[in-house]
Nanobody
């Protein structure tokens, strides 16, 4: 049984930093891609960043230069370093995992964590 468990959320002042972790257990896929998503109240869920098994990354424009996604394949753990947090980053953050679909050039997320709250106040 696959489980993704996020941790590291909390409340910070605008300009502060947080580091999220996502511990994965169970067999996900051979060489899975992983990503971070977020959902703010009244808004749709959006992808924040993703990372392929080989370390290739991509970010939403709104977080480029402030957030860094990384993974430790030996520990089956995904990270999101968030710097210079803004009030608009406030949301529940979810990690997700799945196979990279070559024909689509994107990750097919089949497994999701339960989320961790991040709040940045001005």
């Amino acid at each position: 049984q696959v489980q993704l468990v996020e941790s590291g959320g909390g409340s910070v002042q605008a300009g502060g930093s947080l580091r999220l972790s996502c511990a994965a257990s169970g067999y996900i896929y051979n060489r899975p891609c992983m990503g971070w998503f977020r959902q703010a109240p009244g808004k749709e869920r959006e992808e924040v960043a993703h990372i392929e098994y080989d370390g290739t990354t991509d970010y939403a424009d709104s977080v480029k230069g402030r957030f860094t996604i990384s993974r430790d394949n030996a520990k089956n753990t995904l990270y999101l370093q968030m710097n210079s947090l803004k009030p608009e980053d406030t949301a529940i953050y979810y990690c997700a995992a799945g196979p990279w679909v070559v024909s689509l050039g994107e990750c097919e997320y089949n497994y999701w964590g339960r989320g961790t709250q991040v709040t940045a106040s001005s």
